[in-house]
């Protein structure tokens, strides 16, 4: 998971690369006002490990480059959202992870963590990470993440249905809930799951 200060590094060294010379580690240090080339060294080794850098050599200057696959998107990681009892919504950023997609979304991409197992049946478990576009309407059947009366967020199968909202679970042990109003927050478009050793 990258750091807002990997996010940075990234996104100088982005900008460097556009102007056609990458940055040296030092330049990166006076730009971004960070005292100690050890930690730029580190945020450099997390963004490689992401897959969104390359190294061409060791002790090359300027050896850092942009990744040519271009389908790898940097996504804020904004807290955790329940497959379960609606929790209240978080929307601080905690982070960013590495999205890779060859797709292309109108909506901005964010991301949350998943606690519970109210979507097992549609393999959205606890634990998972799920990528959502945000949106502000859905198709019936579509997954989303919806904020239930302004402050409670879910992730759950959306219906629209004769005058109410059914906000489904894919839990065949759990009832859905049904509302006069809901509003969507977005729609799930991956679900990332890390295995533990």
């Known amino acids: 998971m990258l750091s807002d200060k990997d996010r940075a590094v990234y996104e100088y060294i982005r900008q460097s690369a556009a102007d056609g010379i990458p940055p040296t580690v030092r330049e990166i240090c006076s730009a971004l006002g960070i005292k100690s080339t050890s930690t ?40 955790t959202v329940t497959a379960g009892k609606p929790i209240t919504a978080i ?8 999205f890779k997609t060859n797709k292309r979304y109108d909506g901005r991409l964010f991301a949350l963590r998943v606690r519970g197992d109210s979507m097992i049946n549609a393999a959205i478990l606890d634990g998972d990470t799920i990528v959502v576009e945000q949106c502000s309407s859905a198709e019936n059947g579509q997954i989303v993440v919806a904020l239930i009366d302004g402050s409670d967020a879910t992730v759950k199968r959306f219906y629209k249905e004769n005058g109410h909202y059914r906000l489904q679970p894919e839990n065949d042990s759990m009832q859905p ?11 799930v478009v991956a679900v990332i799951r890390y295995i533990d050793d």
């Open 177 to 187: 809930i049904i509302l006069d109003e809901v509003s969507i927050l977005g729609r």
């Open 40 to 79: 730029v060294h580190r945020s450099i080794q997390r963004l490689v490990e992401e897959g969104l850098l390359e190294k061409r050599g060791e002790n090359l200057n300027r050896s850092v480059t942009l990744r040519e696959d271009r389908d790898s998107l940097s996504v804020p990681l904004l807290g």
């Open 91 to 98: 929307e601080d950023i905690e982070g960013y992870i590495s």
